[in-house]
């Protein structure tokens, strides 16, 4: 391996976290009356609405997905980024396993920092235009990241003198 750029990693490490939590927030609008009754009356809400299950379950597939979606979405950016910054491309190596891995297990954070992040949303009291300021927010921070993320220098050479 010619370099590790440790930067490289971390910023993009960050900007996933972004993308994750960006399409989880936003695969919500699938079906905002489903979670506007379930805001208001907690799990009693699926005895009392007459849901459809096969509707349940694609709501439940897609809110699923959605951070795993997220996480390629960043890597793929991550890749695109590298090759166009002549970073080798073995450092997306180390983004996609710590990345997966604290997708996997479940190891982002989010309930201890989700209600800044939420915050520009609670401008409406429409949930519809909550949750798309606030997945359009959390993608803006990403993109932001993952565009002023620091280039080439500053690289750790691993050589063998």
């Known amino acids: 391996m010619k370099t590790v750029n440790f930067k490289f990693i971390i910023f993009h490490l960050v900007a996933a976290w972004f993308f994750i939590h960006a399409f ?15 805001i208001t009356e907690g799990e009693s809400y699926f005895s009392i ?26 890597v793929c950016i991550s890749f695109i980024i590298a090759r166009k910054k002549k970073i080798h491309w ?16 479940d190891f982002l954070g989010w309930n201890y920092v989700k209600f800044i992040f939420l915050l520009p949303g609670n401008i409406s ?16 921070l990403g993109v ?17 003198n």
């Open 49 to 74: 609405a007459d849901i459809d299950d096969m509707h349940l379950s694609y709501f439940l597939m897609i809110t699923g997905l959605s951070r795993f979606f997220g996480f390629i979405v960043a």
């Open 125 to 140: 009291s429409i949930l519809f235009v909550k949750l798309l300021i606030n997945s359009f927010v959390l993608l803006l």
């Open 90 to 105: 073995l450092n997306i190596i180390p983004i996609l396993i710590i990345g997966y891995f604290f997708l996997f297990y």
């Open 24 to 38: 989880a927030t936003a695969s919500l609008l699938y079906d905002v009356s489903l979670v506007k009754g379930y």
């Open 144 to 160: 932001a990241i993952f565009w002023f993320v620091p280039g080439k220098e500053k690289t750790v050479s691993n050589t063998v």
